[in-house]
C-alpha cells in the first residue's frame, strides 16, 4: 500500500525511514505541499494518505481523497480537529491517529514555557548577549507552593500535574472525568480553578463545547497576575478577550505553543514576508507573552513514536485488524 504524506518536512522523512524496511508491505511518499482540495486532486494510487495538525481534512478535500481512492487517513498527531470525521465516514475512509506518542514531551514545553514567562528568560538571554548585565525587570516568582490549576487531566494534563507537583505546587484541576492515577490532584470546579491557580495549563481537545473556553468572562475570574499557558489548541482561546485582558495587565505572563491564527505560519520559515495578521502581530508586541510554532511533541523520542504507531495503524488497518487508535 502507497501512503502519500502530506507537509512533511526533513525530520518526518528522517524518522519515518529509519523504520521503513520493517513494513515491506508500505511505500512512502512524501510531498512537502500541505493538504487541501487542491493538492488532494493531485493523489494517484495511493490508498492512504499521511496528514498533520494544520492538514485542511474537511468533508471538501475528503471527497477529492475518495474520488482518488483513498480509503485511510493517516493522522500523525494526537487532536483530530482538523478532521470532519462524519465526512470521512460517509465517503468511507478510516481516519487514525496516534493518541499519545510522548505526553511528557508536550507537558515539558507547558512548563518550559511557564518558567521562562515567570522568569523572562526570552528577555535574560538577548540582555546578556548584548553585554547588558542587569536585573531590572526580570523579577519572577517561585512556583513552589503556589497553586497549579491544569484543565483536562488526560495522558499530557497528567504528566503537567507531575511536574507541577515536583515544583512543589499544590496542583487542582478540572476535568469531568477525573484520572485515579493522580491521587496528588484535587479536582475542583472550573470557576475555582480559575480564582485559584497561579498558573493556569490548558490540557483538553479543541471540540465545539470548548471552542473559546477562555475568553473575556473566563479571563475575568482568574486571579490577576495570573500565568496563563496553552499548548494544546489555538481555538480554545479567544485570542481578542485574551489580548484585552494583556492590555489590562491580567496577566504576569503567557506561553502559547498554539494560537488561533497559527495555521498559516505553522512550520514555516516566513521570516523574508510582512506580516500580515494583525492579530499575531499584537501578540508578539507584549513584552510578557512568548509564543513558538505548535513545537510541544516536538522530541526525538516524540518523533520516532510518532513514526512508529503511524506505520503500525497502516500495517493493521491492511492486515483487517483493529488498532485501537481509529476514529471511525
Ligand atoms: P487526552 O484525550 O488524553 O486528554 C484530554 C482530557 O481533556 C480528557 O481527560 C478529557 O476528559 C478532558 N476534557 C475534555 N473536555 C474538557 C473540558 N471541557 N474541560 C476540561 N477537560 C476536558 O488528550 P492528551 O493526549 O492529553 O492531549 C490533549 C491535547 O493536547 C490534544 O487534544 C491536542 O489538542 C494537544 N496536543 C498538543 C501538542 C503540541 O504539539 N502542542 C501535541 C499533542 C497534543
Redo the contacts with the bound molecule.
Keep these: 500500500m502507497r501512503i502519500t504524506f502530506f507537509a512533511s518536512k526533513n525530520y518526518d522523512k528522517d524518522s519515518f525511514n529509519k523504520i521503513k524496511a520493517e513494513y515491506p508491505e508500505l511505500e512512502l511518499e512524501y510531498w512537502e505541499t500541505e493538504l487541501s482540495a487542491k493538492t488532494a486532486s493531485y493523489v494517484t494510487d495511493s490508498e492512504a494518505i499521511c496528514a498533520f495538525?494544520s492538514a485542511d481534512v474537511s468533508e471538501k478535500v475528503l471527497k477529492v481523497l475518495s474520488e482518488r481512492g483513498v480509503k485511510l487517513v493517516l493522522m500523525r498527531?494526537?487532536?483530530f480537529?482538523n478532521v470532519d470525521l462524519d465526512a470521512a465516514t460517509k465517503y468511507g475512509i478510516k481516519v487514525m491517529r496516534v493518541?499519545?506518542?510522548s505526553?511528557e514531551?508536550?507537558a515539558e514545553?507547558a512548563m518550559t514555557l511557564a518558567m521562562s514567562v515567570n522568569r523572562h528568560i526570552h528577555k535574560a538571554y538577548i540582555r546578556v548577549r548584548e553585554n547588558n548585565y542587569s536585573l531590572q525587570g526580570l523579577t519572577g516568582v517561585d512556583l513552589y507552593k503556589k497553586t497549579a490549576g491544569i484543565?483536562?487531566?488526560?495522558?499530557?494534563?497528567?504528566?503537567m500535574a507531575r511536574i507541577c507537583h515536583g515544583f512543589g505546587m499544590n496542583v487542582i484541576a478540572?476535568?469531568?472525568?477525573h484520572?485515579p492515577d493522580l491521587p496528588l490532584v484535587k479536582y475542583v470546579e472550573?470557576d475555582g480553578l480559575l480564582a485559584t491557580s497561579d498558573l493556569i495549563s490548558l490540557?483538553?481537545?479543541?471540540?465545539d463545547?470548548?471552542y473559546h473556553?477562555i475568553n473575556k468572562e473566563t479571563i475575568e475570574k482568574m486571579k490577576d497576575g495570573v500565568i496563563f499557558i496553552n499548548?494544546?489548541?489555538g481555538g480554545l482561546v479567544d485570542t481578542d478577550d485574551l489580548i484585552e485582558g494583556i492590555r489590562k495587565h491580567k496577566f504576569f505572563g503567557v506561553g502559547l505553543?498554539?494560537y488561533e491564527e497559527e495555521t498559516d505560519n505553522v512550520f514555516e520559515n516566513h521570516e523574508d514576508d510582512i506580516m500580515m495578521h494583525s492579530t499575531t502581530a499584537r501578540l508578539l508586541s507584549f513584552p510578557n507573552v512568548i509564543v513558538t510554532s505548535?513545537?510541544?511533541?516536538?522530541t526525538a523520542e516524540a518523533l520516532t513514536a510518532i513514526s512508529r504507531v503511524t506505520l503500525d495503524n497502516a500495517a493493521a488497518y491492511l492486515k483487517g485488524e483493529t488498532a485501537g487508535t481509529e476514529l471511525n
Design positions: 495538525v498527531c494526537a487532536g480537529n493518541p499519545g506518542y505526553p514531551a508536550v514545553l484543565v483536562g487531566t488526560g495522558k499530557i494534563g497528567a504528566a478540572y476535568d469531568m472525568y484520572n472550573m490540557h483538553c481537545p479543541l471540540m463545547s470548548t473556553m499548548t494544546s489548541r505553543d498554539v505548535h513545537q510541544g511533541f516536538f
